[in-house]
């Protein structure tokens, strides 16, 4: 595409998503092109539009000949190739072919040495989560302080213990999804936590947003 048409084309899609009720991912990246976004995106710098992760360690299959799962592509693995060479193995076929054969072996050739991945990007507070928390949950958590916390503008908050009977011993962002999916927040909306049952209602988080938030805590929080 070419760049100088990019932010006209980015601009009428901002403005498709949002007449259609969607909020848009402000992480937008599709760095392989495949069509899957880089927060989801199994194999996030190699095209496979499939998703296909037959050992489900969360690395597409067609980035992972790591086959036991020892962080790092060496002769143990190769090893564990040459025992399943010519056959079908779902987790050793790596780009899903039908059969694990010499353009596998190719693949595991590529990565010699190599951790497997990289899969999904982890999403960040700035990018990804504080854009949601300020969409969904202004004013009560970017300014008015309810509950004694503004996650929707203060990273910190993120951190602080939670108050609520439901969210005990977890921080404030652990309790967000929590309040989140059990449908108590945001607060007044008529959500019930459930993507599919809330599509109708532009106040809930959508499956996707829940995932981002998901996928912030399971990443450890990053700013
Ligand atoms: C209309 C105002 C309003 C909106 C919008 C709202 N909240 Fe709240 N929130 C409150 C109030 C009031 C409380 C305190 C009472 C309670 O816990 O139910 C609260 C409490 C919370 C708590 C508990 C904090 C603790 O220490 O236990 C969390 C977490 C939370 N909200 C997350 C969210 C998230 C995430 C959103 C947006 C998706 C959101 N809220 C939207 C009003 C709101
Ligand atoms: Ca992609
Ligand atoms: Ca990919
Ligand atoms: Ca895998
Ligand atoms: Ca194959």
Redesign the pocket.
């Known amino acids: 595409m070419n760049c100088n048409t990019y932010p006209l084309y980015s601009a009428t899609l901002l403005t498709v998503l949002i007449m259609a009720g969607a909020s848009p991912l402000t992480h937008a990246a599709d760095s392989d092109g495949d069509g899957i976004n880089d927060l989801f995106d199994n194999c996030s710098q190699i095209a496979n539009p499939l998703q296909i992760d037959a050992d489900d360690d969360g690395f597409g299959n067609r980035c992972d000949p790591d086959l036991n799962n020892s962080g790092i592509v060496n002769f143990a693995d190769v090893a564990i190739f040459s025992g399943v060479y010519l056959s079908a193995d779902p987790v050793a076929d790596f780009d899903s072919s039908g059969a694990v054969n010499f353009i596998d072996f190719s693949l595991v050739a590529d990565f010699y040495l190599s951790p497997p991945g990289p899969g999904a990007v982890i999403p960040t507070y700035t990018a990804d989560a504080q854009p ?2 300020a969409d ?6 970017t300014s ?1 302080g ?4 503004n ?2 503008s203060t990273y910190a908050d993120a951190f ?5 009977p439901s ?1 005990a011993g977890l921080n ?1 962002a652990q ?2 999804l ?3 999916q059990n449908g ?6 008529g959500c019930t936590g459930d993507p599919v049952l809330d599509v109708g209602n532009s106040a809930c ?1 959508s499956a996707d947003q829940q995932f981002i938030i998901q996928a912030w805590i399971d990443g450890g929080l990053p700013e």
């Open positions: 949601i928390f969904k949950c202004a004013p009560c958590h008015l309810s509950g004694g916390h996650i929707g602080l213990d939670a108050n609520n969210c404030v309790c967000a929590i309040r989140i108590s927040m945001p607060r007044g909306a988080l």
